[in-house]
């Protein structure tokens, strides 16, 4: 629909999309100043030495060499994996249990969802905090209490073989956030899907599995990539515990928190840009093959995939 | 009690500025003695590792730790000057 | 979809159904129960140990409701009160001293000369509630409380401006218009919610030392008036479920699209507006990553990095920190009670069907 009286009047598709560009222009310019201009001045980094004081001195692969040679690189890499592995399955498990639990329509399930969700919106900060006397195997609490039950508790964050296992019993008591997004899932759930599963006789086992768990692979996707994004940043909370050192015995030196050693305490800015290129290709590739793999198990509204 | 205490010490040393002792207190050790050393951040970090080996009671053989934390340091500083001439 | 319901099926099935509900209902109750007390006790502990001075922080296992030991004067030196039965009688006595295989020394005040050197495990000792309320104003003041939340304030309200505008200004453009690569443009903005921002960061850091930004509160701000994925997509659905009428109204009242989004759109999307104040509040309350990096000198950190450096100087003092912890999340915690609804809905916005 174009008013030909000459070049002067823009059409109204055009005009359209002028005004939509510019109300989008905070975000296009602010991505171009604090998105793709420090990725690609961070790969630059990552081929020179650079200390922030003089300026960046090209030495081609030397850090991506020097990199695959670091043992702390591969230690920090495998920290980070291991607490992975095992805080995002069983935050998941947990969350989304409790998310079921959540759903019943029991008297007062407002209060119980209140309580749950509490945890989550605390500080980082006060969190590390107030776990890390929690976990003291002297003045803390959690010890005194498995001795109620015989168990010689160990000395948790100041043991290497224990402060992983501490840190994800700290974080498994903020699963609060992810309880909110999987019971907004489940909630989503069509009831006809349970009515017509209740008149085929199926038990709430079989309703559970058939029904539920099916309809909310979208949200348990969601979470999967999220989380694993999200334990590669792990930071505050590993900081504030061990006074940014990755002890004790850097049996807690994550990946982020190694990044950040070489970025801001030694001024290897040239290093840590490349640990963050590595870091965003293992990211890249880890989040490319769950969306892959997402196809198998995740089912979309209006997909008709076995029962 | 820090009133008394400082009361005894002004009449036992008589002479003495305690305001600079007291005010040069949030000044010890900072900036770092050993600060100068390239690379300092990591070997304080190698050094302290070592540390924490030791009070974790991972590493019971002192010595051990040690060479250990020697050889990191060693290396760290090889490396720099490797392309610091 | 129709469902066919069979009445009489369902009557016969009734009672069992009743019941197997009613059993559920409460062994469901009850292990929701039993996770929120589990829940429940850090926040106890972090209360308990708050009120209590230093000598009480040594109670190995610390008591949940503060207790201090009951104390005589004898000699001029306070020795703790015990409830001693002595050949059949129950007195107060005061313990002096301890002595090997358990036992110690205990003195009745009114007769201090006369020792009796009893089993300590058979004795009970007196305690009383001792709660110092004052290791609140104390642990404040030694973090220079005030200042820290001056500047917090500063990076949560001035942010939350700057993102409000930004991204309102950003999700009207993406919901409401047509235009030549603006799905690739929304694409795009997603897929930038999981780049990992250590990619970002010291090019970032290293542009505002440029500029001289650094060791000031402006790299906290500015950016976000530069709109961030996550809020922007929140506003952008939430813009869509409003309908078109209205705009059409606007525009044939001669309206602009600007005067579209802030007299219409904007007074419509005010429960959006206010779910992603509040996540953003609490994003730059809690926030401690950004502050560490680029805030040097104590005059400009924020309640969290002041809270962690507090933390590092005064570690052995955990009634101050706790003190210090609780202050620090009661605003977000009033907040959260004030505002229960925006949690549930404002996440269901995501739209996370796909």
């Known amino acids: 629909m174009s008013f030909s009286t000459g070049k002067r009047t823009l059409s109204l598709a055009r005009r359209e999309a002028l005004w939509a560009y510019a109300f989008i222009a905070p975000w296009t310019v602010g991505f171009l100043i604090f998105t793709i201009g420090p990725m690609l001045a961070s790969l630059f980094f990552s081929f020179t030495d650079y200390n922030i004081i003089d300026s960046p001195r090209w030495i081609g692969m030397t850090n991506y060499v020097n990199l695959f040679h670091d043992d702390l690189f591969w230690h920090a890499l495998g920290v980070t994996f291991k607490f992975a592995v095992i805080a995002l399955p069983l935050g998941m498990v947990f969350s989304y249990t409790i998310a079921v639990l959540l759903n019943s329509k029991i008297k007062g399930i407002n209060i119980w969802r209140t309580l749950y969700f509490l945890p989550s919106v605390i500080a980082g900060v006060a969190v590390a905090l107030l776990w890390g006397r929690i976990f003291d195997p002297k003045f803390g609490i959690l010890n005194p209490f498995l001795e109620k039950f015989g168990i010689q508790g160990p000395g948790w964050l100041s043991d290497p073989q224990w402060a992983i296992t501490a840190l994800v019993i700290m974080s498994l008591w903020g699963v609060g956030g992810n309880v909110i997004i999987y019971l907004a899932g489940l909630q989503g759930v069509p009831t006809d899907l349970y009515d017509a599963a209740k008149v085929d006789g199926a038990t709430g086992w079989q309703r559970f599995r058939y029904v539920t768990l099916p309809m909310t692979t979208p949200v348990i996707f969601y979470n999967l990539v999220l989380g694993l994004i999200g334990t590669f940043q792990y930071f505050t909370e590993v900081y504030v515990l061990t006074n940014g050192a990755g002890g004790p015995a850097r049996s807690t030196l994550f990946y982020n928190l190694y990044l950040y050693q070489n970025a801001f305490k030694y001024f290897h800015m040239g290093y840590a840009s490349t640990m963050a290129w590595v870091l965003f290709i293992i990211v890249l590739g880890l989040t490319l093959l769950i969306f892959r793999s997402s196809e198998l198990w995740v089912y979309y509204e209006g997909q008709i995939k076995g029962k | 009690m820090q009133a008394a205490f400082l009361e005894q010490l002004k009449t036992d040393y008589l002479g003495i500025d305690y305001d600079v002792i007291f005010k040069s207190i949030d000044y010890l050790d900072k900036p770092n003695n050993e600060e100068w050393i390239p690379e300092w951040g990591k070997i304080e970090d190698a050094l302290n590792n070592g540390l924490s080996l030791v009070y974790s009671g991972t590493e019971k053989d002192a010595k051990k730790v040690l060479t250990d934390a020697n050889a990191e340091v060693q290396k760290i500083l090889d490396e720099y000057w490797a392309t610091h001439k | ?354």
Not at chain 3, 15 to 35: D, H, Y
Not at chain 3, 87 to 93: D, I, P, Y
Not at chain 3, 147 to 173: D, E, H, I, P, R
């Open chain 3, 1 to 354: 979809m129709t469902s066919f319901k069979n009445p009489k099926a369902d009557q016969s099935r009734f009672t069992g159904i009743q019941t197997q509900s009613l059993l559920l209902k409460s062994v469901t109750t009850f292990i929701l129960a039993a996770g929120a007390a589990i829940i429940m006790i850090p926040f106890l502990y972090l209360l308990s140990t708050s009120v209590k001075d230093r000598d009480q922080l040594r109670q190995s296992p610390p008591p949940l409701i503060p207790m201090a030991a009951d104390t005589v004067n004898i000699n001029g030196q306070a020795e703790p009160l015990y409830e001693v039965t002595m050949n059949g009688q129950v007195r107060k006595m005061a313990l002096i001293k301890f002595r090997p295989g358990g036992k110690a020394l205990f003195v009745d005040p009114a007769n201090p000369e006369q020792t009796y050197e009893l089993l300590i495990a058979d004795q009970k000792e007196l305690r009383h509630v001792e709660i110092h309320f004052e290791n609140y104003p104390d642990a404040l003041k030694q973090m220079k409380f005030n200042k820290l939340l001056v500047n917090t304030l500063l990076v949560t309200f001035l942010g939350m401006a700057g993102m409000l505008f930004s991204c309102s200004l950003v999700a009207y453009g993406f919901s409401r218009f047509r235009a030549p690569w603006l799905n690739v443009l929304f694409i795009l903005l997603l897929s930038t919610i999981m780049l990992p921002s250590q990619v970002r960061l010291i090019p970032t850091y290293v542009f505002f030392n440029k500029l001289g930004w650094v060791d000031t509160l402006l790299p906290l701000i500015v950016p976000q008036f530069f709109a961030n994925a996550y809020d922007v997509f929140l506003l952008r659905q939430f813009f869509m479920t409003i309908p078109l009428e209205l705009d059409d109204a606007a525009k044939i009242d001669g309206a602009s699209p600007l005067q579209t989004l802030m007299y219409i759109i904007i007074p419509q999307a005010r429960p959006a507006l206010v779910s992603v104040s509040i996540f953003h509040f609490l994003y730059a309350w809690n926030d401690f990553y950004e502050p560490l990096i680029y805030l040097h000198s104590p005059d400009h950190w924020t309640l969290a990095v002041g809270l962690q450096t507090f933390n590092a100087l005064y570690t052995v003092n955990t009634n101050y920190i706790m003190a210090a912890s609780a202050v620090m999340i009661l605003p977000p915690i009033i907040l959260y009670f004030l505002a229960q609804k925006v949690f549930t809905q404002g996440v269901v916005f995501t739209g996370i069907k796909g």
